[in-house]
C-alpha cells in the first residue's frame, strides 16, 4: 500500500510533512491531487461538497458520515459512485461500536466544560 496526505495536513498538530514523509507517505500540494491518486479516502471529519465533487467511482471514502441530518451529503455521496463507509457504523463482534464510543466520551467531557 502507499500512502499519500496533503501538505500541512498534520500542521496544526504538531506533525510536520518530514514526519509523514520518513514514515513512508507521499505528501502532496492538494486535497484535489489526493483525491486523484488514492483508492481510499480517510478522514477524521463528514466530506465537504467540494471533496464529494472530487470522489470517483469505487473509490472507497472511510469517515464520520452523519448522513441523517444531511440529504445533501447523502445524495452527493450515492451521485458519486464512491464507497462511503461511516465510522458510527463499524461494530465490533458483540454489536458495540468501538469507532464511535470514544467520540461519544469526548463529546460528553467537553459538554461539561462547554455547557
Known amino acids: 500500500h502507499k500512502i ?4 500541512d ?7 510536520p510533512d518530514a514526519a509523514y514523509e520518513a514514515a513512508g507517505a507521499t505528501v502532496v500540494p492538494t486535497a484535489s491531487d489526493v483525491f486523484a491518486v488514492a483508492d481510499m479516502i480517510v478522514k477524521v471529519k463528514e ?3 467540494s471533496e464529494i465533487a472530487m ?3 469505487e473509490q472507497i471514502l472511510f469517515t464520520y458520515l452523519h448522513l441523517a441530518p444531511d440529504v445533501a451529503q447523502t445524495r452527493g ?6 464507497v462511503a463507509i461511516a465510522y458510527e457504523t463499524v461494530t465490533d463482534q458483540f ?6 464510543a470514544p467520540m461519544s466520551e469526548v ?5 461539561i466544560q462547554a455547557g
Open 77 to 82: 455521496l450515492l451521485e458519486s459512485g464512491a
Open 55 to 57: 470522489l470517483r467511482p
Open 9 to 15: 495536513a498534520g500542521a496544526a498538530i504538531g506533525f
Open 107 to 111: 463529546a460528553g467531557r467537553l459538554s
Open 95 to 100: 454489536g458495540g461500536l468501538p469507532l464511535l
Open 47 to 49: 466530506p465537504q461538497p
Open 4 to 7: 499519500v496526505v496533503e501538505a
